[in-house]
């Protein structure tokens, strides 16, 4: 089997390192530069400079990064003159169009006045809902399909990518070249989507009786984000599958749909082979992101990994119970009764989640938080916490138990004879099967021939 990429030269990691800085920051950095130039959208701009630090390795591709700066540079063409006239035309408007209607009502009486104001009010109300909706119809929602077409073909490449990982660790294709980088992320499905961190206007899905928030971030895109794309994140599922942003027939004026956002890397896999791929996955992994609620393919996972002594480099994932979402308080309860049976002590749950670890005592989960996570936003402290502790490295832990009965690496002769003798066993039973079966037929037209025909 082939052997993993070893890590790169010095020279290369530190202008890896480089790259991924200016990745980073020159987005931001040029949105200040502009906002700075303009002088009078300096506010603004920056704005737009902090949303694009915290929506975009979640939310949008590097071609809508791109537009966004295009569209934010787009002041720095104009001349001073120009500025300074669209700033006073932006300020001096509202006033004009109030000394328009003014005049025009100023020669009636005062109680018409007094009756034609608040239908002025309402009529400048409605003008400025449909304004406002068709602006989103005919804007926004194309340019939200434009953003979810994007993240498809994110999701697409990390798809593929999935794929081929798989096919280089668990396929034919192993003993040909290095094992690729990457890590492996496990959760129950029933959490497909539902994994919310980010929760708007929560109140408003209460009111009607929405499951979620009305507008999430999924954890799923959240823990993607933090990986980069030559060490990316996989797990098992279809293909092609994006997370909601916005719950399943939910609708807020004006905004009836959002774009929906990429995850980790899907792999294909079926009920009898799930498992398989699963742990020769769990070995190769650099790292195993765990979900632990109490389901039963989750609670396989973990004591499978706790008896290999793969707990080094597992990361357990409290998952966050915003207001309006889903509370996981009683499945985490379940959960630490169970990691409590393997000798595995869990936190109490928290409604804001965290990011967990075996201690170096080998039993105890710590939680992993830093000073910068705990500074910013729940969804991007998350992501800032969780891109800290990946960059650590860990002792593995000694097996705690005997073998699961699965397929080890490499194979033992023991394990191949008792498996040809259970083939053995298994071909020789649907032997007899067959042979009991056609004799009772044959039986069976014996003594239908050896009946005499009725008399009429």
Known sequence: ????????????????????????????????????????????????????????PIHTGPLTRIALLALVSVPLTWSAERQVQFGLWTQALPLMLGMMAWDHLDPLPSVVKGLLVPLLLVAVLIVVAVAVTLLYQLVWRPVFALFEAENRLRQWARDRRAERIVERVVGHRREHGPVPCFSLYLRPFRTRGMLDTLSVAPGEAAVHQQQGTSIQTDLEAILAAAFPAHRPLIAADRHGVLLPTMPKDYWSWPISRTWDVPGTGKFRCTKSDWRMKVTRLARHAELVVIVPLNYKGTKWEITWMQRQGLLHKCVFVMPTSPHGGVNYRKRWDEARKFLRSLGITAPEYDDRGGILAIGTDGVTMARCSSRPGRMLPQSLGLLVDFTLLRRQGSEPIPRTGGDTGLEPEPESERTRQRRASIDRKRRARRKRKRKLKRRTRATHRRGRSRRRPRRR
Not at 30 to 44: K, L, S
């Open 1 to 56: 089997m082939g052997e993993r990429g070893g890590a790169a030269p010095g020279a290369f990691g530190v202008f890896r390192r480089v790259v991924l800085i200016a990745h980073w920051g020159l987005p931001s950095a040029t949105v200040v530069v502009v906002g700075r130039a303009v002088g009078v959208y300096g506010w603004y701009l920056c704005g737009i400079a902090v949303a694009l630090c915290v929506f975009r």
